[in-house]
């Protein structure tokens, strides 16, 4: 369900209104069925004939808008209980509503968000941030830090893994050969040298030992392009060199359509393009597109694995 502070309940309540998911999964929401009536209520919607792992852990002290340690450990439970019920095998796939890292801090989380704390939930070790939007799908070597700290981490061993991780991954996800692009670090990816050496010294010698290695890449193509590219079903996946260059292009591309992934767990995990929204937490007015794809996503990857 998300922070229940947050617009995760709503937007799951919205979802499954749409009575076509159901053709492709038998939804269960993990959450507090006392909370997520009322956000039905709310918006003249009945969640009735929808199961409910109802876990009762939402205070009524709590107020739509304002993160606090009870809506973060509410949420972290969700987590957990989701990973428990997929190791008994009750469930195929997990689609998550956003969370609030503040939140989890508060109660004593010491994850910066759904993919770490799955990664130990689960024993993994290897993991990595994705999204997929529609024939787009970029796969991201640094997530939540400082730009000039994501720089510093565009190195040869690194891509080499990244790239590796990634054709593995994705074509076990797709049950296909996958053709992987790379996008360059610097404008034009560099043109040549003439706007930086890291092209050059790292990424470039990266293709080459994956190329070696039987692997489809290619690039550093210019991150300017590269991405519309994917979209447009050239390549099977890009490599992004950091946060922002990746997620400006899924969200200009395909806003409300595109879909979180985590790479490596041995569980599918999918989750919307978007973060709690507390500025709009409570008024009926929130989106539910994302939270529609990451189900449909996760059915669907559920069904070829």
Not at 39 to 48: D, H, I, K, Q, V
Not at 93 to 103: G, L, R
Not at 173 to 187: F, S, T, Y
Not at 220 to 236: A, C, K, N, Q
Request: proline residues 4%; hydrophobic residues 45%; charged residues 20%.
């Amino acid at each position: 369900m998300g922070d229940p502070a947050g617009i995760g309940p709503e937007i799951i309540t919205k979802a499954l209104a749409d009575s076509s998911l159901n053709e492709i999964c038998r939804p269960l929401i993990i959450g507090d069925a006392e909370l997520l009536r009322k956000n039905a209520a709310a918006l003249g919607l009945s969640l009735a004939n929808v199961e409910i792992h109802d876990l009762k852990n939402v205070p009524d002290t709590v107020m739509p808008g304002i993160e606090s340690a009870d809506t973060g450990r509410a949420s972290a439970q969700y987590i957990e209980t989701a990973v428990e019920l997929w190791r008994n095998s009750e469930i195929d796939a997990v689609a998550t509503a956003p969370i609030s890292k503040m939140a989890l801090s508060l109660a004593g989380y010491a994850f910066p968000g759904h993919t770490e704390f799955l990664a130990e939930l689960t024993n993994t070790r290897e993991f990595a941030m994705s999204f997929f939007a529609e024939n787009l799908r970029v796969v991201l070597l640094s997530t939540h830090i400082s730009l000039r700290n994501a720089i510093d981490l565009v190195k040869k061993d690194q891509l080499v893994k990244l790239i590796k991780f990634s054709n593995a991954t994705i074509a076990q996800l797709l049950k296909k050969e996958i053709k992987i692009a790379v996008a360059g670090l610097n404008p034009h990816a560099s043109e040549g040298g003439m706007f930086g050496s890291e092209e050059a010294d790292e990424i470039i010698p990266a293709i080459r030992e994956c190329q070696n290695a039987g692997i489809d890449v290619h690039g550093p193509f210019s991150p300017d392009t590269i991405f519309l590219r994917g979209f447009r079903g050239e390549f099977d996946a890009v490599i992004s060199c950091y946060h922002d260059q990746a997620t400006i292009a899924v969200k200009s591309l395909s806003f409300g359509n595109s879909v979180n992934v985590t790479l490596g767990l041995p569980l599918i995990r999918a989750s919307v393009d978007h973060g709690t929204a507390f500025d709009i937490a409570g008024k009926g007015i929130a989106e539910e597109s994302s939270m529609k794809a990451a189900v449909r996503l996760a059915a669907e990857l559920a069904q070829i694995s």
